[in-house]
């Protein structure tokens, strides 16, 4: 969708967008908190309300495979023994 493209990346307080997706049909985007005129929409990425176990087992690298950037702090890692 090339729309939800357009959208920035955030986690946190910045996030205030939900979607909701209907592949091949429906694509509906909401605030999730109240926004001002010319204010940012922010989506994101991992931590989605529809996004499954991505909001718990995506890192950085993997965001930056996926999506090509690096979230600013705090960043996420695996470490594994």
Request: hydrophobic share 25%; aromatic share 14%.
């Amino acid at each position: 969708v090339p729309l939800y493209d357009l959208l920035a990346h955030g986690n946190g307080p910045r996030h205030n967008t939900r979607h909701n997706v209907h592949y091949g049909r429906t694509f509906k985007l909401e605030t999730n908190q109240f926004v001002e005129a010319g204010q940012e929409l922010i989506n994101s990425y991992n931590q989605c309300s529809n996004c499954g176990d991505w909001a718990d087992s995506v890192t950085t690298p993997e965001m930056f495979r996926t999506f090509g950037f690096v979230e600013n702090y705090p960043q996420r890692y695996t470490i594994r023994d």
